[in-house]
């Protein structure tokens, strides 16, 4: 079972993201700070876990394999830099597809908890989008986190019209970290050792 989880979008959070979808790790640029998040997470005890559409495999834009390599070159990066992610879950489907793991639906978020044995209700979301705050929302996680990385300056605008207010709106990833293992130090002080990821609809080790 995992406590002190924090779930984090990709793209416009972790990394640069393009209107064209990122397609081969040639085009993945990490955000300045991101890496360095992912270490003050990982070194205050959390659990580290990607939530991420990817609907550029079913557009027949990336193979999963690509992705793959993306994801597992990612992981190697951000262990470099001392930090470490738990696992990763993305959603391949198109918007017309009617999944229920696209985000805003809670569906990657579900597959999580079940494999963890996660309490949403005690989990953090980071994203960028309308759709991660509504995600973590409709997940019932506890703390939702927007960036203005990303698509994060127009999100607000959107969430605004919809009423929908996240926790917090921060600057970088960075600052959410910071934001996060402030609370939980005063909080309570405690670290979490996290299990070794294993496959089911995520990126594999």
Known sequence: MLRDVVFLDRDGVINEDSPDYIRSWDEFRFIPGSTEAIRCLTEHGFAVILITNQSAVNRG???????????????????????RITDIFFCPHRPDEGCGCRKPAPGLIRKAQAIYGIDPATACMVGDSAKDIECARNAGCA?????????????????????IRPDHIVANLYEAAVLICGCEKKRSGRSAETPDPSCCFRTTA
């Open 143 to 163: 703390r939702s986190i927007l960036v203005r990385t990303g698509n994060g300056r127009a999100s607000e605008k959107i969430l605004e019209h919809k009423n």
């Open 61 to 83: 834009m990336i193979t999963r394999q690509t992705l793959e390599h993306m994801h597992t070159m990612m992981r190697l990066a951000v262990e470099a830099a001392g930090g």
